[in-house]
T-cell receptor, first 114, second 112 residues
Framework: KQEVTQIPAALSVPEGENLVLNCSFT??????LQWFRQDPGKGLTSLLL?????REQTSGRLNASLDKSSGRSTLYIAASQPGDSATYLC?????????????FGAGTQVVVTP | NAGVTQTPKFRVLKTGQSMTLLCAQD?????MYWYRQDPGMGLRLIHY???????AKGEVPDGYNVSRLKKQNFLLGLESAAPSQTSVYFC???????????FGSGTRLTVV
């Protein structure tokens, strides 16, 4: 079974600082890894999807990297803003899973203070 | 394009009552999933479906049943609700191939 861990569980930074969120997984046979954002009381919004053949994906101020050999993915958010305050979850899909099931980490709760 | 729509958004049940949660997607996705989210537990897979008429158990299926009679709809049923089923329920879908998930906005269920 794929185990996904996110450290830290919570993070508070001043506005303008870069955010670094970590996700580690136990099974290197990963098919893809997806980062989500969840606002309080809301659903999950997909941020970035990294295929197993890719090392990183970028969208605006967001950059996600994937290192299968070390079992890690990192989400970077440049020049953080108060609007970035949310919980960020990573989820991995195993190569051996034909049905697209994801294994989620517990999330990192981010607060960006003005 | 509505994406994934869940109904209802909120519900309070008494122990022993039954209800059905509806998930509808308009993206012609093959795969659909029901997750529950509890504080400190993350998202856990309840049941999933890989096509019309097919369903399978996930990580925490006990106390739930599902049906997928139409490709666009995935129903989650609670036959006899228990307080342990108090949670936020999310539906998600994805097409076949190497693509990401689309989630619904969730159903917050309280069983008293």
């Amino acid at each position: 079974k794929q185990e996904v861990t996110q450290i830290p569980a919570a993070l508070s930074v001043p506005e303008g600082e870069n955010l670094v969120l970590n996700c580690s997984f136990t099974d290197s046979a990963i098919y893809n890894l997806q980062w989500f954002r969840q606002d309080p009381g809301k659903g999950l919004t997909s941020l970035l999807l990294i295929q197993s053949s890719q090392r990183e994906q970028t969208s605006g101020r967001l950059n996600a990297s994937l290192d299968k050999s070390s079992g890690r993915s990192t989400l970077y958010i440049a020049a953080s803003q108060p609007g970035d305050s949310a919980t960020y979850l990573c989820a991995g899909r195993r190569t051996t899973d034909s049905w697209g099931k994801l294994q989620f980490g517990a999330g990192t709760q981010v607060v960006v203070t003005p | 394009n509505a994406g994934v729509t869940q109904t209802p958004k909120f519900r309070v049940l008494k122990t022993g009552q039954s209800m059905t949660l509806l998930c509808a997607q308009d993206m012609n996705h093959e795969y659909m999933y029901w997750y529950r989210q509890d504080p400190g537990m993350g998202l856990r897979l309840i049941h999933y479906s890989v096509g019309e008429g097919t369903t399978a158990k996930g990580e925490v299926p006990d106390g739930y049943n599902v049906s997928r009679l139409k490709k666009q709809n995935f129903l989650l049923g609670l036959e006899s609700a228990a307080p342990s089923q108090t949670s936020v329920y999310f539906c998600a879908s994805t097409p076949t191939g190497n693509y990401g998930y689309t989630f619904g906005s969730g159903t917050r269920l309280t069983v008293v």
